[in-house]
């Protein structure tokens, strides 16, 4: 019975494992990415300058660009700057007919000479997030199969801890350069060692879509989709509406310290100014989500615009907001320090290679019965395409996102969209060929190819911009040499794999023949 | 965070040396009874006390979640050390248990 349980669990992981594998290391891949979100995004978009951070001055700016620039706008938003994001960004609605939604204006300032700046257009590090989660689907759907996806990951981790035999006996076995037994150790590894980070991940994912797919306000879902977002985060209602006089805002800065006194010295992420140019002018001010690792969705203080008396201080959230927020706020990470974000980086690379490692045995396992014949079953060599293509070829259509972001002008159209067409096109290309080329070899193609590609990212970026490694180390400006060191470390590791699977092409010795049946008992 | 990442790996170099394979492959030779106790007591003392650092420093909240990384990044680190580089692996630990007094002092 007992052994009947496992062989059926067993059978569940290896099945969901290949079925939803592909699918999940790509959300895998991209969500780790999107740990370093802005720090990507602070790369693809030099122009924009990195200030030391000062709020005060900040808001100033902003105030006076509004003010001269959108001063009958029906709300202003501002998102101040902070160590990770340089840049000051504004948006305004225009006013319109009650009923009606005005559109919205975004513009990007330099927090120090107020001026708007002209960046290149380009998603950035929002690319791998939004990804990760919306698939590049149309709205629902997305959602719904990464969704789908996160549940069959929370089936393919309880299925494996179960089928695990010796978790314990094994929790510090890594035999290297042993073929199969290698794979399977490492999967072991990487999914045991690391396996409180992948069951919180997966299991705050599914906290956390449980309200996306049902349309509820949260914060992450919206970025881009502004509409959505202000109808639902500033529901109109809560602020006093506007009476028609006109009226003097007041400083915001004032405010800023107030509300910061209110926090304890918390941070302040967000200010949103109603009917600013109104005498019934209302300022919320929203405090900053790295300020604790329970996310509070809705952590405000609110004063009148014209005469700078405090209105509401949003009280201490619920106990089921504080479960929810906090798993939010681990999934997210966004409190984590350079430090910590970079645990939580490796940690997120572990769940990636565990579920490559998963890919490779599957396989592994059942090709060794076909290795005498020289041609492999049409079901096969399909898992092996799109092992080759949605793993190497994923690393080709990343690397290939950040040349276009180099590489296409700075004034072309639709740009931010070309460069999201060359990650898909080279992702398309790595399929093609790994269904043209036999396996091994298509293996160590496209990884010589990823790292090449990777390796020359911080020559491209030395030759296209004045940014290089030299005069990002040299001003400090950590995020942009880290980006171009890390690529580059990326790429050495790439040709040491490649040069790995290449040398591995050799015919197996014999003491490899030999395992497949213990390893059977093992692994099955 | 640094001195619960040293108390972290020096806990899981002591668990793994309780392991009669281990213990084998390291120090050539099988680990007495006592030994094998001791060890297993110490690493998981280690490992539990490697909170208090933690807390200390960057409260309940932000010190459970750096304790868990570190826990879970000193293991993979000590594992893949294990194979390629094996006394550098105990040298690690060794190192890391004289440094940890000296981290800790600093926290202080």
Redesign the interface.
């Known amino acids: 019975m007992r052994e009947g349980f496992r062989q059926a669990m067993a059978w569940l992981h290896t099945w969901a494992g290949l079925i939803f594998g592909w699918l999940l290391f790509a959300i895998f891949l991209t969500g780790t990415l999107a740990y370093f979100k802005e720090e990507i995004s602070h790369w693809m978009q030099p122009e924009v300058q990195t200030h030391p951070v000062d709020d005060v001055r900040s808001l100033n700016v902003a105030q006076q660009y509004l003010q001269a620039n959108a001063p009958t706008a029906a709300r202003w938003f501002i998102n101040l700057p902070d160590a990770r994001e340089p840049g000051l960004s504004v948006m305004w609605q225009d006013k319109v007919d009650p009923g009606q939604r005005g559109n919205f204006m975004r513009k990007t300032l330099d927090p120090v000479s107020g001026l708007a700046v002209q960046a290149r257009e380009s998603m950035g590090g929002e690319f791998f997030y939004r990804f990760h989660f919306q698939l590049q689907m149309p709205y629902p759907w997305g959602r719904w199969l990464s969704t789908l996806a996160a549940m069959v990951m929370f089936v393919a981790l309880i299925t494996g801890i179960i089928t695990h035999k010796k978790i314990f006996?094994d929790?510090?076995?890594?035999?290297?350069r042993k073929g199969q037994r290698s794979w399977l150790d490492g999967h072991n590894?990487?999914g045991v060692?690391?396996?409180?980070?992948h069951l919180m991940i997966t299991y705050s994912s599914l906290v956390i879509f449980m309200s996306m797919v049902m349309p509820a306000p949260i914060l992450a879902a919206y970025g881009n989709d502004t509409q959505a977002f202000f109808s639902d985060v500033f529901p109109a209602t809560d602020n006093a509406p506007a009476l028609g006089q006109p009226g003097r805002l007041l400083p915001l800065a004032s405010m800023y310290q107030q509300a910061r006194a209110q926090w304890a010295g918390g941070h302040v992420e967000r200010v949103a100014v109603n009917n600013p140019s109104d005498v019934n002018a209302s300022v919320n001010v929203f405090r900053a989500g790295s300020d604790?690792?329970?996310h509070d969705f809705g952590s405000t203080v609110s004063f009148s615009g014209t005469t700078g008396e405090l209105l509401r201080v949003s009280g201490e959230p619920s106990l089921p907001a504080v479960v929810g927020g906090s798993f939010y706020g681990?999934h997210m990470g966004r409190?984590?320090g350079p430090?910590?974000r970079w645990?939580?980086f490796?940690?997120g690379l572990?769940g990636t290679a565990m579920i490559g490692t998963g890919l490779v045995i599957w396989l592994g396992k059942r090709q060794l019965k076909h290795a005498k014949a020289h041609v492999m079953p049409f079901e096969l060599r399909l898992v092996e395409v799109l092992n080759i293509a949605s793993m190497s070829g994923l690393l080709i259509a990343i690397a290939a996102f950040f040349w276009a972001n180099r590489l296409l002008p700075v004034s072309f159209a639709e740009r931010s969209g070309w460069e999201v067409q060359t990650f898909f096109i080279a992702w398309g290309l790595s399929l093609l060929h790994a269904s043209v080329r036999r396996g091994r070899r298509g293996w160590v193609e496209q990884l010589s190819v990823a790292a090449l590609l990777f390796m020359a990212i911080p020559v491209i970026n030395a030759l296209t911009t004045s940014h290089h490694l030299g005069v990002a180390l040299a001003s400090g400006d950590w995020a942009m040499a880290g980006f171009d060191l890390t690529c580059l470390a990326c790429g050495v590791f790439f040709a040491w794999a490649a040069r790995k699977m290449q040398r591995r092409g050799v015919p197996a010795p014999k003491a490899e023949r030999a395992r497949p049946l213990t390893l059977k008992r093992e692994a099955h | 965070?640094l001195i619960a990442m040293l108390m972290c790996y020096a806990g899981?170099t002591a668990?793994?040396l309780a392991?009669d394979?281990?213990h084998g492959e390291l120090l050539r030779s099988k680990p007495s009874p006592a030994r094998r106790l001791g060890l297993r007591v110490a690493g998981g003392l280690l490992l539990t006390l490697a909170i208090g650092p933690a807390v200390w420093v960057s409260g309940w909240?932000?010190g459970l979640?750096?304790w868990?990384?570190?826990?879970?990044?000193s293991?993979?680190l000590?594992?893949?050390l294990?194979?390629?580089r094996p006394r550098l692996a105990l040298i690690l630990a060794g190192v890391g248990l004289l440094a940890s007094p000296v981290a800790a002092f600093a926290i202080l």
């Open positions: 006996k929790f510090f076995t890594f035999r290297p590894a990487v060692l690391v396996l409180p980070f604790s690792v329970v681990l409190f984590a430090v910590l645990l939580y490796i940690c572990a | 965070m899981f668990l793994c392991t394979r281990h909240a932000q979640v750096e868990c990384a570190v826990l879970m990044l293991a993979l000590l594992v893949l294990l194979p390629y």
